[in-house]
């Protein structure tokens, strides 16, 4: 088996690691929370060492409440320099908004599974390119990155297992028009090593692989064995959210995102340098998760608090 | 690095019925509720129908540190005892070992135990590693003159509660002796969950050069997430034997609400999403774990078992 022989590949002396947690982490988590504790919670993973801090949404408040706030919190979360805080617009109306907002870097969702995007966005994923190029062109002339996402990677709630072509495909146009990084999204944690390696290996001939970024759901266990796997097929960029935030909105009470502080662990027991300082990052986690009124869903940090 | 063919490679599951060292005894103790032999005899038996080829059933550890353990042999004599299902007995001694391959027992394989970490082995089984290999040698010759086979254990492979890392040369020195003695196989145990890919591989790097692959076990905890890419590491590495808990069963005793031991349904969803066959049927474990998890009264710490029960 390919995966098998991975070990001999050297891994990237150092990964970059893209915190969700406040956009997609609270996004998908019942609790809201006031605009004041989002920022603090940016401000408080700014100063564990992270690099890249999805901070907020425009998407339209009547389809995400949660990212009612995203002027406020643009507005009001420092910036530290050396930091990006990109933030996702669905199309030309939510990218004018970000931008008004201060936005200095956006991001853009397809899909690689039809039925998904349908259900979702409610336009085919050919449709939702096309909205997106809207985006691109405004974003090009106003010297804005963006970042491309691509959903359903590993498998869709609806249709199932999904061809490598497809998310080749739709990786490819994202690149393509123009986004500098395309994160590849197993939306539903149905992924394993097996089924990573050969969407990566079909991804990887149409977009370099310096490029590219792994979006793992936990939500089967999988997650740190699927990065594992990417970085051994030379992915250096890793998203992931602080506590494991957000479950996973098609398996109710299941988990949903990796826990940055899982990562984290396991990229530094691997000698791999991310800049991140894992106390630092463990208390922004215990502060959201006390906000929330949840337990964390990162061992790392369920671990490092029981020590008898 | 290991010479994988690249036809699937078989993987056994051991399964562990639960933890059963003495210094578990504070564990056991705060749980308050002891199984009773009935709920023991059932799992088991309903561990034997998934396809598993190995169950570790009970442990001969005296009762006064493991009262758990304390109905072994009523659980042995009380299993339906599957054709093709083998199921091994913890033996630290050999008091255990006469127990366990008594007429009323009737243990056809059995385990020791040993450990990477000085400190470790005095804290839990008081007496140093010399001392337990030397009683572990009894056992061996014991078990040799009878033709039961003996599977060896090494806990703290990747790192120790006491002491911290442990240096992989210990590992290695420990398992050799095992395996030198007469143990078929050694199940190399990261019994605080610390380890990471890059102490896995550090670590069979050097036990490799020692004792062949083909005779290697990994027996991961999941306390710091780690158990799935560190099993996915040995398995590149060439091991293709599996340690693991129906549901995750076993907490870390340095970590008191932490998790333990790594989960079957979550190692089974992995391997077999790889094309690795394992001869276990998956929604039978999933049914199992949930039958003991009703049993004890808690919720499982697989996250297969957690999706696939909380479908919309």
Not at chain 2, 65 to 70: F, K, N, S
Not at chain 2, 231 to 244: E, F, K
Not at chain 2, 295 to 311: C, D, E, F, P, W
Request: hydrophobic share 40%; glycine share 10%.
């Amino acid at each position: 088996i390919f995966i098998l022989f991975l070990v001999l590949k050297r891994l990237p002396d150092r990964v970059k690691i893209v915190e969700v947690g406040p956009r997609d982490g609270l996004q998908n988590e019942k609790t809201i929370v006031p605009a004041e504790t989002k920022i603090r919670l940016i401000d408080m993973l700014s100063d564990s060492g992270l690099s890249v801090i999805e901070a907020t949404s425009f998407v339209s408040p009547k389809w995400v409440p949660q990212m009612a706030d995203q002027m406020e919190v643009m507005k009001g979360i420092r910036r530290k320099p050396g930091v990006s805080y990109p933030v996702l617009t669905p199309n030309l109306k939510g990218f004018q908004a970000a931008v008004e907002a201060g936005a200095s870097e956006v991001a853009i969702f397809g899909a690689a599974s039809e039925l998904f995007s349908k259900k979702n966005i409610n336009c085919s994923v050919e449709e939702s390119l096309q909205r997106f190029e809207q985006v691109m062109v405004a974003a090009k002339a106003a010297g804005v990155p963006v970042r491309g996402y691509v959903s359903c990677v590993l498998g869709c709630p609806y249709e199932g297992k999904v061809a490598p072509a497809k998310v080749a495909k739709v990786a490819k146009r994202l690149y393509s028009m123009g986004c500098y990084e395309i994160s590849l999204g197993d939306t539903i944690g149905v992924g394993t090593p097996g089924g990573m390696s050969e969407m990566l290996e079909a991804v990887s001939k149409v977009v370099p692989v310096g490029a590219l970024a792994v979006h793992c759901h936990d939500t089967y266990g999988q997650a740190l064995a699927n990065i594992l796997v990417a970085l051994q097929m030379g992915v250096s960029v890793v998203d992931s959210s602080v506590g494991g935030l957000g479950g996973c909105p098609y398996a109710q009470g299941a988990s949903g995102n990796v826990a940055t502080e899982d990562v984290v662990y396991m990229l530094h027991g691997l000698g791999i340098q991310t800049g991140v300082d894992l106390p630092k990052l463990m208390d922004a986690g215990a502060f959201i998760c006390h906000s929330l009124n949840r337990r964390t869903s990162s061992k790392v940090s369920q671990a490092t608090h029981c020590k008898l | 690095m290991g010479n994988v063919p690249t036809t699937v490679k078989h993987c056994l599951s051991h399964e562990q019925l639960a933890r059963d060292y003495p210094w578990l005894k504070r564990w056991l103790v705060e749980e308050k509720e002891i199984v009773p032999t009935e709920v023991k005899v059932q799992l088991i038996d309903r561990l034997s129908d998934t396809g598993l080829s190995v169950i570790e059933a009970t442990s001969f550890v005296s009762s006064k540190w493991v009262p758990q353990m304390a109905d072994h042999t009523e659980v042995l004599q009380g299993i339906r005892k599957s054709p093709n299902v083998r199921y091994p007995v913890l033996t630290p001694n050999m008091h255990g070992f006469q127990n366990a391959v008594s007429l009323a027992a009737g243990a056809t394989e059995v385990a020791v135990f040993g450990s990477a970490s000085e400190t470790f082995s005095r804290k839990n089984i008081n007496c140093s590693i010399d001392e337990s290999m030397l009683r572990f040698e009894e056992v061996l010759n014991a078990a040799k003159d009878q033709q039961i086979p003996v599977r060896g254990y090494v806990s703290c492979a990747l790192g120790c509660p006491h002491e911290g890392p442990i240096d992989p040369s210990k590992v290695t020195e420990v398992a050799k002796r095992l395996y030198e003695m007469g143990c078929y196989e050694v199940s190399l145990g990261d019994t605080v969950g610390v380890g990471t890919p890059g102490s896995m591989a550090a670590m069979l790097r050097s036990v490799t050069r020692e004792v062949p692959c083909r005779a290697l076990a990994v027996h991961c905890h999941d306390t710091y997430g780690q158990a799935l890419a560190n099993i996915l590491t040995a398995l590149q590495m060439g091991v293709c034997v599996v340690d693991s808990a129906v549901a995750g069963l076993g907490g870390c005793p340095y970590a008191q609400g932490s998790s333990g031991n790594v989960s079957t349904e979550d190692v089974l969803y992995m391997l077999h999403g790889m094309g690795i066959q394992t001869g276990v049927d998956l929604s039978k474990m999933i049914a199992v774990g949930d039958f003991i998890c009703h049993s004890l009264n808690r919720k499982t710490n697989s996250r297969v078992a957690q999706a696939r029960g909380s479908q919309l």
